[in-house]
């Protein structure tokens, strides 16, 4: 009865990756880049799900926000967490007591006569495979497309060689439960939660001809291993050192975080009126800054353009700011070096500093 899900099949599954978390905590880029490339891999088109159980149709329910956990501060545990969680449902349509005649979703459609199969049952025995509400088969399949799903997950985040495996568990709102881990720079790492939804829930709910899955993902975790951010603590800060290196990336950049200093930042601008012939990129200035800078430049941006309407000249201002690993620099060090700039940019790109 069991059947390998392909991604086609399973995407649909995958709303909860649809939430952008705004205003969660500090450094929301690094989540958005995150759940944006979760979004992107499943192919479904971004929107935020909060939906009731009862209306018709397969639902699917995301929830985010903070987890509060009585814990240590440090490196790897945190007091407060951000949590990911989502319930997938499907519609059932009842032609007899226990009989499923007709499904609004793909799930059992797609198995051999499945439009006939037994999905629930009266005084049924609870083991460890199932539900007393649910018969073995219903509870295989909806195990099966849970998985394959996640697993299609699991590859596109860490590899399409990624080695996984499922662990049975226990959550008091599934049953059976598991969580999947995945191999991960030489150990095993827990990357979530899930499994078929209490059957007692959805009946306290008025969605008594659903059957549904259910699982639950710590973010900042995963977000550790896939840009090897070595602190948890690093997600409350307001550092622009730490919070622009996940700014205006593409969710399938190749980010690994480097390391911040912990020394103060020295921030100068330069702005100049651009050449007429139009022969300047702000890649090549870019260029030229790290050039003569250094490592001791941690950030260059755009921060502004201006267009004069009678000179019919546009102007550029960039935001430099010089940090050094080892040592706090002084205003005179960084004045120097920012003096050399200017001259280098004017006499290369024929720009007139303003």
């Not at 392909?6 to 450094?27: A, D």
């Not at 956990?69 to 545990?77: H, I, K, L, P």
Request: glycine share 4%.
């Amino acid at each position: 009865m069991s059947k390998v899900f392909s991604c086609s099949e399973v995407c649909l599954s995958m709303q909860v990756f649809c939430i952008v978390l705004l205003n969660l905590i500090k450094v929301e880029s690094a989540f958005r880049m995150l759940l944006s490339r979760l979004t992107i891999q499943m192919k479904i088109k971004p929107r935020c799900c909060s939906t009731n159980a009862r209306r018709e149709g397969p639902v699917h329910l995301s929830v985010n926000g903070r987890e509060f956990q009585r814990d240590t501060w440090s490196n790897v545990s945190s007091k407060i967490l951000s949590h990911l969680e989502e319930m997938k449902l499907i519609q059932l349509i009842i032609l007899s007591s226990i009989k499923l005649m007709q499904s609004d979703f793909a799930v059992f459609r797609s198995i051999e006569n499945g439009d006939k199969m037994a999905v629930f049952e009266n005084e049924g025995e609870r083991t460890a495979q199932k539900q007393e509400a649910h018969t073995l088969e219903a509870s295989k399949i909806m195990e099966d497309e849970l998985k394959s799903t996640l697993i299609v997950l699991a590859q596109d985040l860490f590899g399409q060689e990624v080695k996984y495996r499922w662990v049975d568990a226990y959550f008091p709102f599934t049953h059976p439960s598991w969580e999947l881990e995945v191999h991960h720079q030489d150990k095993w790492m827990e990357l979530l939660g899930c499994g078929i939804m209490e059957q007692r829930i959805l009946q306290n709910a008025g969605a008594q001809d659903r059957i549904g899955w259910a699982l639950g993902l710590g973010l900042e975790r995963l977000a550790m291993c896939l840009y090897d951010i070595p602190d948890i603590r690093l997600f409350w800060s307001t550092d622009s050192g730490f919070l622009s290196q996940f700014e205006n990336r593409d969710p399938h950049d190749c980010i690994k975080y480097k390391p911040v200093s912990i020394y103060p930042q020295c921030i100068n601008d330069i702005s100049f009126w651009l050449p007429n012939d139009g022969d300047y990129t702000s890649n090549d200035f870019y260029d030229l800054v790290r050039e003569i800078g250094g490592d001791i430049v941690e950030q260059i941006s755009l921060v502004d353009k201006y267009f004069h309407p009678k000179k019919q000249h546009t102007s550029h201002c960039y935001r430099i700011v010089y940090r050094h690993m080892e040592k706090t620099l002084t205003q005179e060090e960084v004045n120097t070096i920012h003096k050399q700039i200017e001259k280098a940019v004017a006499l290369k790109f024929n720009v007139s500093i303003r």
